[in-house]
Nanobody, 122 residues
Framework: QVQLVESGGGLVQPGGSLRLSCAAS????????MGWYRQAPGKQRELVAT???????TFGGSVKGRFTISRDNAKNTVSLQMNSLKPEDTAVYYC????????????????WGQGTQVTVSS
């Protein structure tokens, strides 16, 4: 199995910054994509940002220019730096990893963390 453990959520004032981190462990041969998604109350889960093993990134439209994503392939970690936070960024943030569990298998598995709450409020 694979576990994703997130950290770094909390309460921040509008305009502030937070950094989320996620560490993957377990039966991992390699990790393709890693990323962050979020879900606000009453809304569907949405893409925040993803990053491939080669460093290519994708961002949700509402966070472009404010959030950055990075990863450490050697440590199987991914981080999300969130700047200029707005109240509408309030949500539970979930880490995701697409994992190859064996060298001789082409099957990819998608895993999710337990979620970390980010609240932007004055």
């Amino acid at each position: 199995q694979v576990q994703l453990v997130e950290s770094g959520g909390g309460l921040v004032q509008p305009g502030g910054s937070l950094r989320l981190s996620c560490a993957a462990s377990g039966s991992i041969f390699s990790i393709n994509g890693m990323g962050w998604y979020r879900q606000a109350p009453g809304k569907q889960r949405e893409l925040v940002a993803t990053i491939t093993s080669s460093g290519s990134t994708t961002f949700g439209g509402s966070v472009k220019g404010r959030f950055t994503i990075s990863r450490d392939n050697a440590k199987n970690t991914v981080s999300l730096q969130m700047n200029s936070l707005k109240p509408e960024d309030t949500a539970v943030y979930y880490c995701n990893a697409v994992v190859k569990r064996a060298s001789n298998s082409g099957i990819l598995f998608s895993y999710w963390g337990q979620g970390t709450q980010v609240t932007v409020s004055s």
